[in-house]
């Protein structure tokens, strides 16, 4: 199994709104990656998880929590987002923090209103 | 930090090859990849190099010259299914799990 799922495939909120975006990998992968893609973009890197720990947050607004339950899952909670916030938001995966291998999941397209 | 520098857009036609480059500017550099994006779709992972020379995977060969801080992505037998966004990314040794990505490279393959 080499795939990394996410939910939901969309979602649009309001400002005011919270919502979490959820990301599963059962590949054994200990490395967990967050980032963001707007569109004709590369992605941005937003948060790294290393064994269950946070290890990299790039100067991410709070308005953005990222949350690791375990190793398989990675969500990423969300709260009084602004529009320009709305973007594709991918998950990836890797065997560890310095594997360059990355598996993406199919992302959560993002639209807060 | 890192940067790195790739053409936005590159055209070919079906069985041509094609050479998309990446020179690259970073404080520490663990090796370089590379990425496919269909629309709509997620990246999906080409290939890595972090030795000089060549790695060949089918019709898609990636090469890196550290000396010269430079890659490129050469793809044959072009097909219509290649037409995708390509991106370079770097890994920042200080920085274990940053990956920074290119601007990418818009690939049209046309008949």
């Known amino acids: 199994d080499t795939e990394v799922t996410q939910t939901p495939k969309h979602l649009v909120m309001g400002m005011t709104n919270k919502k979490s975006l959820k990301c599963e990998q059962h590949?054994?992968?200990?490395?967990m990656y967050w980032y963001k893609q707007k569109a004709k973009k590369p992605p941005e890197l937003m948060f790294v998880?290393?064994?269950?720990?946070?290890?990299i947050n790039e100067s991410v607004p709070s308005r953005f929590s990222p949350e690791c339950p375990n190793s398989s899952l990675l969500n990423l909670h969300l709260h009084a987002l602004q529009p320009e916030d709305s973007a594709l938001y991918l998950c990836a995966s890797s065997q560890d923090d310095r594997v360059e291998e990355q598996y993406f999941g199919p992302g959560t397209r993002l639209t807060v209103t | 930090g890192q940067s790195l520098e790739q053409p936005s857009e590159v055209t070919a036609v079906e069985g041509a090859i094609v050479q998309i480059n990446c020179t690259y500017q970073t404080s520490g550099f663990y090796g370089l990849s590379w990425y496919q994006q269909h629309d709509g779709g997620a990246p999906t992972f080409l290939s890595y190099n972090a030795l000089d020379g060549l790695e060949e995977t089918g019709r898609f060969s990636s090469f890196l010259s550290r000396s010269d801080s430079y890659g490129y992505l050469l793809l044959q037998e072009l097909q219509m299914k290649d037409s995708a966004s390509y991106f370079c990314a770097v890994r920042d040794r200080a920085n274990a799990g940053k990956s920074t990505f290119g601007d990418g490279t818009t690939l049209t393959v046309k008949p």
């Open positions: 998880y290393s064994y269950e720990k946070l290890s």
């Open positions: 590949m054994g992968h200990r490395a």
